[in-house]
T-cell receptor, first 114, second 115 residues
Framework: NAGVTQTPKFQVLKTGQSMTLQCAQDMNHEYMSWYRQDPGMGLRLIHY???????DQGEVPNGYNVSRSTTEDFPLRLLSAAPSQTSVYFCASSQRGRYNSPLHFGNGTRLTVT | AQSVTQLDSQVPVFEEAPVELRCNYSSSVSVYLFWYVQYPNQGLQLLLK??????LVKGINGFEAEFNKSQTSFHLRKPSVHISDTAEYFCAVSAVSNSGYALNFGKGTSLLVTP
């Protein structure tokens, strides 16, 4: 089972460049989310979606855009990368409204902005 | 809004010794509590969860946690750790919001098991 797939695994950007982090899940989960993980900060929620066409902001949304055109995909866009966005990014999915359903995580994308 | 505090950033322990990783939460509503583990260079995976019912919850790899409502705690325990338990452990709490639910994580506790 593929679960949650994130691409790329590693990326280096220059300040001001744009890119899209891809996330796909094959479990028919309605809920998908993006977190960033920084040393000593734990995981912080960037954006999340409770279904196709519906997105909402999390704790740290500035500098990131998302869209949800299909149930399977939830890409995260950096429009103009900044060094403060150097981090490890995790995509996670779960069944919406099913609070007993845990999050399934991808293996992460390690992003460095120089 | 709910928040999670993991009281120890690092916990060193010898192999076969018991361990407790502490977690406190704050919330004014009913919560759901989780512990996740992250091995090096991997994503997070669920260790155990508390939704309702028995306050002692058993998870994978011999871990268990006890929900204590009066102390708003959800500490993780294992009676005898292995080298392979070396990892980052995250406590998380979820609660209902108008747009669904969001899971808030603590800052993590790094468990280092040595021979």
């Amino acid at each position: 089972n593929a679960g949650v797939t994130q691409t790329p695994k590693f990326q280096v950007l220059k300040t001001g460049q744009s890119m899209t982090l891809q996330c796909a899940q094959d479990m028919n989960h309605e809920y998908m989310s993006w977190y960033r993980q920084d040393p000593g900060m734990g995981l912080r929620l960037i954006h999340y979606s409770v279904g196709a066409g519906i997105t909402d902001q999390g704790e740290v949304p500035n500098g990131y855009n998302v869209s949800r055109s299909t149930t399977e995909d939830f890409p995260l866009r950096l429009l103009s990368a900044a060094p403060s966005q150097t981090s490890v990014y995790f995509c996670a999915s779960s069944q919406r409204g099913r609070y007993n359903s845990p999050l399934h995580f991808g293996n992460g994308t390690r992003l460095t902005v120089t | 809004a709910q928040s999670v505090t993991q009281l120890d950033s690092q916990v060193p322990v010898f192999e076969e010794a018991p361990v407790e990783l502490r977690c406190n939460y704050s919330s004014s509503v009913s919560v759901y509590l989780f512990w996740y583990v992250q091995y090096p260079n991997q994503g997070l995976q669920l260790l155990l969860k508390y939704l309702s019912g028995s306050t002692l919850v058993k998870g994978i790899n011999g871990f268990e946690a006890e929900f204590n409502k009066s102390q708003t705690s959800f500490h993780l325990r294992k009676p005898s750790v292995h080298i392979s338990d070396t990892a980052e452990y995250f406590c998380a709490v979820s609660a209902v919001s108008n747009s669904g639910y969001a899971l808030n994580f603590g800052k993590g506790t790094s468990l280092l098991v040595t021979p």
